[in-house]
């Protein structure tokens, strides 16, 4: 049983930059997917980043490409979103997510397994 848990996120003005942290227990020998993902109030859930695991292999919703930066730390078993450059639309309750892969050339951006509790960004104009 894979256990998520987010830190970080927080107030920031438009333009300005934030890191959210998973921390990340009960992992296998499985190869994993870690990704982050987004719920605006009365919205559904989208896509923001994933890693995987091994290889470090990545990718984005092109709504924040050049602008977030996903990685992950063997060491901690943390993995992070780093933001920049945020905007209002970015506002959000930000949730980490995982799931097992067999293929790790494909980076998942759907069907995940575990989830954490979430952390709120809010980018104020």
């Known amino acids: 049983q894979v256990q998520l848990v987010e830190s970080g996120g927080g107030v920031v003005q438009a333009g300005g930059s934030l890191r959210v942290s998973c921390a990340v227990s009960g992992r296998t020998d499985s190869d994993y997917a870690m990704g982050w993902f987004r719920q605006a109030p009365g919205e559904e859930r989208d896509f923001v980043a994933a890693i995987i695991w091994s290889d470090g292999g990545t990718g984005y919703a092109d709504s924040v490409k050049g602008r977030f930066t996903i990685s992950r730390d063997n060491a901690k078993n943390t993995v992070d979103l780093q933001m920049s450059s945020l905007k209002p639309e970015d506002t959000a309750l930000y949730y980490c997510?995982?799931?097992?892969?067999?293929?790790?050339?494909?980076?998942?951006?759907?069907?995940?397994?575990?989830w954490g509790q979430g952390a709120q960004v809010t980018v104020s104009s």
């Open positions: 997510a995982a799931r097992i892969i067999v293929y790790p050339g494909y980076v998942p951006k759907s069907a995940y397994t575990w």
